[in-house]
């Protein structure tokens, strides 16, 4: 059903929202606008029909449980709102209204007015693949682990011998900060270490460390990181913000770039019919210039999540919108080598495909890990099935004969 007037989508944020409710959808399509935008639960002695008119919300169209609203671009603040003020917009108090048992925000899409006001990544696909002298293959990582409880030396050797397996990327992982077992400037420095040591013997690496921390300290703790020899941070959005994700690549001091992580994505949108789906997530990290984002394995590794979903978060990333540049997509969760080949059959090259224990559960060793997981690689990039690719392979046969295959 299509119920509003017409609009010039150039004038408005188009959000998709699926609603679960006992009233007439219209009535609820109406009571989320209203809420979102100049209405409250009873009439105002205050308001006018023309700040209804301005500043209203529209419910576009209403399809069985599917709603489109559209927010005029003025409801938006200029400047100092940034993501905090547009989620309050178009996912605030909507998901706690009573008159809604559930609610999820599906997708949104971007004025330009409003996409003009954010810089998008600084290196993104392009600039990693520069960095990393690996103009076409898929970037191919791990994860350090056991994520908590390795020393800064041990976690160098773990980067070393991932790097001379040929892995081009690592990371910390998101419970990883500042322990004792491992303090941060210690890891950096030895991680540092090992990655030139990797580039003098002619392979290129980075790692990410991570840099998630309170939002008063996150740039400063990120200048310090990158003074000790990082290549690359990584942030966790959900938990420090989408503001923080912004404040460290708008930051003329920060010169590396940024892997967004997600860990505690699950709560927003893990549920079907209520939450955040990773799309509007994954949309507003690239707004925000993240560099690189986990964006689930497409239905075939450890994290839930189906292919098209995962592939339309995929597509955020790569598509042009925006004038940004492109995000660096990452599939990373319970993966292993011998699922590659489906996974970046589904994803196609631009994807960065990383392992935790899929690397440092090989029964070789980590190092023999990493080998397998570029084999892998190497089988899905010239489209040959990973057991053929395995005979002769032996790291890949080992894989396989510990995990089996997709
Ligand atoms: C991640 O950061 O994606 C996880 O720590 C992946 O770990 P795994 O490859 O061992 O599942």
Redesign the pocket.
């Known amino acids: 059903m299509h119920l509003g007037e017409d609009i010039d989508v150039d004038d408005f944020v188009i959000c998709d929202y699926r609603v679960t409710t006992d009233l007439p959808m219209a009535d609820a399509a109406n009571a989320i606008a209203a809420e979102q935008s100049t209405g409250t639960w009873t009439d105002l002695s205050t308001t006018t029909s023309k700040i209804v008119d301005r500043y209203g919300a529209r419910v576009l169209s209403i399809d069985g449980d599917l709603i489109r609203i559209a927010f005029p671009n003025e409801d938006f603040s200029i400047d100092i709102g940034g993501v905090p003020q547009i989620l309050s917009v178009i996912a605030g108090n909507l998901f706690g209204l009573e008159s809604v048992s559930k609610l999820r925000l599906e997708d949104v899409t971007f004025s330009k007015e409003i996409l003009s006001m954010y810089k998008g990544p600084k290196f993104g696909v392009d600039g990693l693949r520069d960095l990393l002298g690996r103009p076409e293959k898929p970037l191919v990582g791990?994860?350090v682990?056991p994520?908590i409880g390795l020393s800064p030396k041990e976690t160098a050797n773990y980067v070393y011998e991932a790097g001379a397996g040929g892995l081009t990327n690592s990371?910390d992982?998101?419970t990883l900060s500042n322990q004792k077992f491992c303090p941060i400037e210690d890891r950096t420095v030895a991680v540092a270490e090992a990655l030139d040591r990797l580039e003098s013997e002619g392979h290129r690496m980075m790692h990410a460390i991570n840099v998630s921390t309170n939002g008063d300290k996150i740039v400063e703790l990120a200048e310090k990181v990158q003074s000790w020899g990082a290549k690359e941070l990584m942030v966790d959005v959900i938990t420090c913000g989408f503001a923080a994700v912004q404040a460290l690549a708008e930051d003329p001091s920060i010169k590396v770039p940024i892997h967004v992580?997600r860990?505690m994505h699950g709560a927003l949108t893990r549920d079907p019919l209520h939450g955040i789906s990773m799309l509007p997530i994954t949309k507003l990290v690239r707004m925000c210039g993240g560099d690189a984002l986990?964006i689930g394995t497409l239905g075939v590794?450890?994290?839930s999540g189906n292919p098209k979903g995962d592939l339309a978060n995929l597509n955020a990333c790569l598509d042009p919108v925006g004038g940004y540049r492109t995000v660096m997509p990452?599939c990373?969760?319970?993966?292993?080598p011998g699922m590659i080949g489906r996974m970046v059959q589904i994803s196609g090259k631009n994807v960065q495909v990383?392992?935790?224990?899929?690397?440092?559960?090989h029964p070789g060793g980590v190092r023999k890990g990493a080998m397998a997981m570029c084999q892998a690689i190497d089988a899905a990039f010239q489209d040959i099935p990973v057991t053929e690719y395995a005979k002769d392979h032996t790291e890949l046969h080992e894989a396989i004969v510990k995990w089996g295959y997709k």
């Open positions: 791990t994860i682990k994520k990371k992982d998101e992580h860990t986990h590794g450890k994290m990452v990373s969760g319970g993966v292993y990383q392992a935790g224990g899929g690397v440092s559960g």
